[in-house]
């Protein structure tokens, strides 16, 4: 889109619009996410979404799916671990860092090769971190600078 020939008000009209659809494709995919989450109904997209971006979002959803059922557990309490650093740790005081280690031992054998979406599960239960590769077409990715 050249926004260089548009006007304020063109510019407000598409900027309203694209948040607008933005909003509506997140909320599809969040149901879409959660009925198949718990076995719900099938979700049926807004008519305001094109179809490929209806794919775009089923396509994210089939991943989040396959990630939330594929759990990494670590033994780490991040939220402890979180308590015990501090803006100042850098990760650069050795000493620092193995008692830190000490107080907080990862929990894991060695290291994993995740290949496949996952998520990563502290001991608490609480997601950490969500692995989503391909989750996003290379459509979606495109940047024009």
């Given at each position: 889109m050249n926004t260089s020939s548009m006007s304020t008000?063109?510019?407000?009209?598409?900027?309203?619009?694209?948040?607008?659809?933005t909003y509506e494709a997140g909320e599809y995919t969040e149901q879409k996410f959660n009925a198949e989450k718990t076995g719900g109904e099938p979700v049926i997209p807004s008519p305001n979404l094109d179809t490929?971006?209806?794919m775009v979002c089923d396509?994210?959803?089939?991943?989040?799916?396959?990630?939330?059922t594929n759990p990494i557990k670590m033994q780490i309490d991040v939220a402890r671990y979180s308590?015990?650093?501090?803006?100042?740790?850098?990760?650069?005081?050795?000493?620092k860092e193995e008692k830190l280690l000490e107080r907080c031992r990862p929990g894991h054998e060695g290291t994993k090769l995740v290949d496949k979406p996952a998520t990563i599960i502290d001991a608490?239960?609480?997601i950490i971190a969500w692995y989503l590769p391909d989750a996003l077409t290379e459509t979606t990715q495109v940047h024009n600078v």
């Open positions: 008000c063109d510019i407000k009209i598409w900027c309203t619009w694209a948040l607008a659809v490929d971006l209806v396509r994210l959803a089939d991943v989040l799916i396959k990630a939330y308590k015990l650093i501090s803006q100042k740790n850098t990760g650069h005081n050795d000493e608490s239960g609480t």
